[in-house]
């Protein structure tokens, strides 16, 4: 087998209503970015921010992580919701991310690439190094940031102006 290195970069999914946002945590200043700006720029006003900010806020880690994410469909607000659900889900992350070097995984890819696979899974051990994720996880279940909220908007259908409403009722 191959060597294997440990990436120090956590990557976790989150959803809300059609957005999707994609996180990539390390240990670093505090620094957020989405689609390649600042968080700020990204998200203008006060509570997108606030949103944002909930888990991180939440478990008091303020400075510790930078976060790089890519946030995909739907509105500025269901992307900000999306990305606090990614964030919440990443301090809370629990295995080990492994991944083999580029230049390996270039030769596995030329060579064989059904004998050797491209990345390894995470094992579940333990990320203590990086976070307390037993800790963070009962502070952010009690906040409900670690759930998916379900709703979305429902389809129009036929017969009607919207979902559910109907067109307006002439007597003559």
């Given at each position: 087998?191959?060597?294997?290195?440990?990436?120090?970069?956590?990557?976790?999914?989150g959803r809300r209503k059609t957005s999707i946002?994609?996180?990539?945590?390390?240990?670093?200043?505090?620094?957020?970015?989405?689609?390649?700006?600042?968080?700020?720029?990204?998200?203008?006003?006060?509570?997108?921010?606030?949103?944002?900010?909930?888990?991180?806020?939440?478990?008091?880690?303020?400075?510790?992580?930078?976060?790089?994410?890519?946030?995909?469909?739907?509105?500025?607000?269901?992307?900000?919701?999306?990305?606090?659900?990614?964030?919440?889900?990443?301090?809370?992350?629990?295995?080990?991310?492994?991944?083999?070097?580029?230049?390996?995984?270039?030769?596995?890819?030329?060579?064989?690439?059904?004998?050797?696979?491209?990345?390894?899974?995470?094992?579940?051990?333990?990320?203590?190094?990086?976070?307390?994720?037993?800790?963070?996880?009962?502070?952010?279940?009690?906040?409900?940031?670690?759930?998916?909220?379900?709703?979305?908007?429902?389809?129009?259908?036929?017969?009607?102006?919207?979902?559910?409403?109907?067109?307006?009722?002439?007597?003559?």
């Amino acid at each position: 087998m191959t060597d294997v290195k440990e990436v120090k970069i956590i990557n976790t999914i989150g959803r809300r209503k059609t957005s999707i946002a994609r996180v990539y945590l390390q240990e670093g200043s505090g620094q957020i970015t989405v689609n390649k700006r600042d968080f700020a720029e990204y998200f203008p006003t006060d509570v997108l921010q606030t949103i944002v900010k909930q888990p991180i806020v939440a478990v008091d880690a303020n400075e510790k992580f930078d976060i790089r994410a890519n946030v995909t469909g739907g509105g500025v607000a269901g992307q900000a919701e999306a990305l606090r659900h990614a964030i919440a889900r990443a301090l809370t992350y629990k295995g080990k991310a492994k991944q083999r070097d580029v230049q390996e995984q270039k030769r596995a890819i030329a060579t064989d690439a059904e004998e050797q696979p491209v990345f390894t899974y995470p094992d579940k051990q333990n990320y203590a190094h990086l976070i307390d994720a037993d800790a963070n996880r009962e502070i952010l279940k009690k906040e409900g940031l670690l759930i998916r909220d379900p709703r979305m908007v429902e389809r129009k259908k036929y017969g009607r102006r919207k979902a559910r409403r109907r067109f307006q009722f002439s007597k003559r």
